[in-house]
């Protein structure tokens, strides 16, 4: 499709367990970023990439969080040890470069997680 | 003192009305300037840039005052399509977005 694909779109796991969140940004486009959106809360920074590199990762709440990107694509947020605080929509989102900054962020439409 | 700050409302008003919202942002080197609109339970959409000398894009007008740093949206002669929820964005240095929580707007017939 044209258009960032996040995947799975729902997610129930159980407390303790990992889960994967997918993301497959639009073709050419070399930022791609994950927000974290609690319900009735607003969208938290998580982490960008610029191509494979991830020159911010301030946003990852703890050291169970990890992001990573290859072939400046498709990137992966993995939860460990998953926590009910987790339960959340992320969101992915790509833009088609940095500079200028256009401000304009292309985002799918998330994945929701929820820990039992 | 949250980077980006937004009355998270709701704001009621009748169609035809004019209605306008503030953003305070707290970093004063802030370089960019956005309004994004989400929908309810839909992902984010980029609404309107915002510029030094201030914009226009038909019935919404954005506004920035570096001094007071805060940034400003105008909606007039609102549609009930209006309704969703306003998010002030801000760049603090290269490629960082920080979004705000948000002003809820709903347009009653």
């Known amino acids: 499709g044209a258009g960032v694909s996040q995947s799975p779109s729902n997610k129930v796991t159980e407390k303790g367990k990992d889960v994967e969140l997918r993301c497959d940004p639009i073709?050419?486009?070399?930022?791609l970023y994950w927000y974290r959106q609690r319900l009735g809360q607003g969208l938290e920074f998580l982490i960008y990439f610029q191509g494979n590199s991830a020159p911010d990762k301030s946003g990852l709440p703890s050291d169970r969080f990890s992001a990573e990107r290859t072939g400046e694509s498709v990137s992966t947020l993995t939860i460990q040890r998953t926590q009910q605080e987790d339960s959340a929509v992320y969101l992915c989102a790509s833009s088609r470069n940095s500079q200028p900054l256009s401000g304009e962020l292309f985002f799918g439409e998330g994945s929701r997680l929820t820990v039992l | 003192r949250k980077e980006v700050e937004q009355d998270p409302g709701p704001f009621n008003v009748p169609e035809g009305a004019t209605v306008a919202f503030n953003c305070t942002y707290s970093n004063s080197a802030s370089q960019s300037f956005f309004w994004y609109r989400q929908d309810c339970r839909k992902e984010p959409k980029l609404l309107m840039s915002?510029?030094?000398s201030g914009n226009e894009d038909g019935r919404f007008t954005a506004q920035l005052n570096r001094a007071s740093q805060y940034i400003s949206l105008l909606i007039r002669d609102s549609k009930l399509s209006d309704s969703a929820t306003y998010l002030c964005?801000?760049?603090?240095?290269?490629?960082?977005?920080?979004f705000g929580t948000g002003t809820r707007l709903q347009v009653f017939p």
């Open positions: 915002v510029y030094s």
């Open positions: 073709s050419g486009h070399t930022a």
């Open positions: 964005v801000v760049n603090l240095y290269t490629d960082k977005l920080i």
